[in-house]
């Protein structure tokens, strides 16, 4: 069996593809893979109509000879069918920006369940689930059930098993998806373990009536006519067990559970038939009542991926403070695993975990000082578009669209073999484009990720809204507590939280977001900048000031941040460090506070990274930064992923570090003395300066502050300079200044000892302080 999480993502802007994108089949996800999936009708969960599940768990039955589909959300068997397994459609897959994965071609559906609790509350199943309110909020509900009713857990991986794990009231429930056989044919099966007590409640078998329950299939077997194309099909289910019955309830097929008690088992058998060979049919059912302890499968397996790859990395040249050394990724595996890094972090003992977008964690060792033997082991598979992964106390925790999930290893052969729910709160719809991204903690041990808007293929625009769009969440330590932390995001790659908890975001450029900013969050259930994604009334008309805006040229989409709090790393250890994914380069934020107000601007490092910088982390010993990232949607990277060290060789850093604006002009701080002669004469500096327009239009162009109805830049006149005695703080006098989106600074200097230094600095001034 192969186990699919439900869900589907797409990106800001246009998909680059692998040339192998296309060979899906030829890959081995091991059990899982991440997706969203419609019903075998092409609907989706927004038409309020078909088995599709916005969260969920396909499990692929023998050699794709079939598949059931589970939605995590409501504890739900949205489908099975038998015929093969799934079309890999969708942004993560093909880079269709739209459709998302459905059963194969030809499959024969047994059985659909329309979006719905999976089992009931006393013999209630209507969804108590509320609507999303707001403009443009979809017409369904969305998000899990409440935990009372019924929780998924998580599941358990055992060879070709999958095992899900469930509550329904105060009962637990393990059940088990499986394929048998009767001659050629392939029947479809679910067999349940019941660990705890509670009281009845029925499950919802099919969304077609039971037709017949009588002595020609005898007791505990009904027929769901399934197939409307093919009206002498039939579909026998049959029941092997005590302590339940099939029946007809409320028009659907049910089954109905007296009372829930510990080891109590039953067992469900789905099989396709024609109405003459009913009969028949059911008499062959009768022969698969063997009823398995599912218990064995909780304990840890077999490893599945025992082969592992060994890469090496290449040192930079020493020759500058900050050198780049890159790790090469295991492009060429044994899994032909798809290798594009959402997220990594550290164990304390230095090895490092990594997930990609298209499921996999992978595990590296021999991550030291000469790079030349990292050995790579696949860790786990089928998560949902793992955008983010963080380890807390050794044990990994992963992203995905649908839910946190942290990872077990149970028998220490290398492998996860429990996948444990640990927070799947956040709501999700089918659109392709609300991605989850990032997973940072703060000092108390609270998660944070974001998670982006639905916008609509071409990128302008939303689809249906859910109450979770374009928001921060904070989980609390344990994962029981999920809160909205800030709205108003369109598409956030990614966050940082600082020694502090301080909290940044960004941005990408889009409807609302004129050009990417980096935004320092003042207070818990802030709104920033989309006011189509605030969820409140009144819908805001203002957003609130960044920390800064960047220019389209020099960050065109947003990364991850990170602050330096590595004393091995050189004298920008505190700083806050910000990712561009789109240019692929790493820039240096310098802070400022005037009053309440929050400001500063962006230096850029003088090295391009491989791929599209997604994600950046210290090492916990050799406490450098490592940079990990992808190539998947719009970016200057050449590669699909890429892994980089940037190190500190312990030379001089040469660098503006710090940044204060006064009535009097601009004060720029250095890390080392600069040279006097060059940073004496005002004709070796320039400004200017713009404003963007704040509007549902897609970004925007860049506008005069002398007349805002005309596209361009003003200059702004350095009317003289002056170094300090100690040649590391420059102040360029420039008289009224006032509050401006976008300045930047062009310098023509060098330091002291003749090196070259950044020649730009790009800031925001939201207020003017007193010199």
């Not at 047994?110 to 009931?120: C, R, T």
């Not at 990614?494 to 502090?500: A, E, I, Q, Y």
């Amino acid at each position: 069996m192969t186990i699919i999480r439900a869900l589907a993502l797409a990106l800001p802007a246009a998909l680059a593809l692998n040339a192998d994108a296309a060979k899906w089949d030829e890959m081995d996800y091991g059990r899982f893979l991440s997706a969203t999936y419609l019903n075998a009708e092409g609907k989706s969960t927004l038409d309020g109509k078909g088995s599709a599940a916005d969260k969920g768990v396909a499990v692929r039955l023998g050699n794709n000879e079939g598949a059931l589909l589970f939605d995590t959300d409501l504890c739900r068997m949205a489908g099975g069918w038998t015929g093969g397994f799934v079309k890999y459609k969708g942004v993560a897959f093909d880079g269709a920006h739209g459709p998302n994965p459905s059963p194969a071609d030809k499959v024969s559906v047994l059985f659909q369940v329309n979006p719905g609790p999976g089992w009931s509350k006393g013999d209630d199943f209507a969804d108590p689930r509320a609507l999303p309110t707001g403009p443009g909020a979809a017409k369904v509900p969305f998000g899990p059930l409440p935990k009372e009713w019924a929780k998924y857990r998580g599941l358990y991986l055992h060879g070709d098993h999958v095992v899900l794990h469930y509550t329904v009231g105060t009962a637990e429930i393990m059940e088990l998806p499986g394929l048998e056989k009767i001659g050629d044919t392939s029947v479809l099966t679910r067999t349940f373990n019941v660990l705890s007590a509670g009281p009845g409640a029925s499950l919802a078998l099919a969304d077609t009536a039971i037709t017949g329950v009588d002595a020609a299939l005898e007791d505990g077997a009904g027929v769901v006519s399934n197939d409307a194309k093919n009206p002498d099909s039939r579909v026998v289910v049959r029941l092997h067990g005590e302590g339940a019955q099939i029946a007809a309830q409320g028009g659907r097929s049910t089954l109905q559970v007296r009372e829930f008690t510990p080891g109590q088992k039953f067992k469900l058998v789905y099989a396709n038939t024609a109405s003459a060979d009913l009969p028949k049919a059911n008499a062959a059912l009768k022969g698969l009542g063997t009823i398995a302890d599912l218990a064995p499968l909780t304990k840890g397996g077999p490893a599945h991926w025992p082969a592992t790859v060994t890469t090496k990395g290449t040192l930079g040249s020493e020759d500058t403070a900050y050198t780049l050394d890159t790790i090469a990724p295991p492009f060429e595996n044994p899994y032909k695993s798809w290798i594009r890094f959402g997220g990594f972090d550290f164990f304390k003992d230095g090895r490092m975990a990594a997930s990609t977008w298209s499921g996999d964690v992978w595990i590296a060792t021999g991550i030291d000082a000469k790079l030349e033997n990292i050995t790579w082991k696949r860790y786990a598979t089928g998560l949902f578009q793992a955008l983010g992964l963080k380890i807390v106390d050794d044990v990994i925790y992963v992203l995905g669209r649908d839910q946190i999930t942290r990872l077990h290893d149970l028998n220490n052969d290398g492998e996860a073999d429990r996948y444990e729910n640990f927070n799947n709160d956040v709501q999700v719809t089918p659109g392709f484009h609300e991605f989850a991204f990032d997973l940072q903690t703060d000092p108390q041990g609270n998660f944070y990720f974001a998670k982006g808007g639905p916008v609509n293929p071409g990128g302008s625009g939303w689809g249906p809204l859910s109450e979770h769009n374009g928001c921060i969440f904070k989980i609390s330590k344990d994962g029981q507590k999920f809160e909205v932390f800030a709205t108003g995001l369109r598409a956030p790659n990614g966050l940082g939280v600082g020694p502090k908890g301080e909290v940044t975001v960004g941005d990408n450029q889009g409807t609302w977001v004129p050009t990417d900013y980096i935004h320092l969050v003042k207070a818990p259930g802030e709104f920033i900048a989309v006011p189509d994604l605030a969820h409140r009334n009144p819908i805001p008309t203002e957003y609130t000031p960044h920390l800064c805006w960047l220019p389209y040229n020099w960050d065109n989409s947003c990364g991850s941040h990170v602050w330096a709090t590595s004393d091995k790393w050189g004298p920008l250890a505190g700083n806050l460090l910000y990712l561009s994914y789109g240019k692929c380069v790493l820039f240096n934020v310098l802070q400022e506070k005037v009053g309440d107000v929050v400001q500063g601007g962006v230096v850029r490092f003088p090295f391009k990274f491989e791929s599209g910088s997604m994600r950046a982390r210290f090492h916990p010993t050799d406490g450098q930064l490592y940079v990990g990232g992808l190539k998947g949607w719009q970016t200057d990277g050449a590669k699909d992923a890429s892994l980089q060290r940037v190190r500190y060789t312990g030379k001089k850093v040469h660098m503006p570090n710090a940044l204060r604006v006064t009535d009097k002009g601009i004060h720029i701080g250095f890390t080392n003395p600069i040279d006097a002669a060059t940073a004496s004469d005002a004709g070796n500096f320039s400004i200017e300066q713009w404003n963007y327009r704040w509007t549902k239009a897609y970004g925007s162009a860049e506008y005069k502050v002398s007349n805002p109805e005309e596209k361009g830049h003003d200059p702004v006149e350095v009317a003289s300079v002056k170094l300090s005695d100690d040649k590391k703080q420059l102040f360029l006098a420039v008289p009224g200044l006032k509050p401006v989106m976008q300045m930047k600074i062009t310098m023509n200097i060098k330091a002291e000892d003749g090196t070259a230094l950044p020649t730009e600095l790009a800031h925001t001034i939201n207020g003017v302080g007193k010199e």
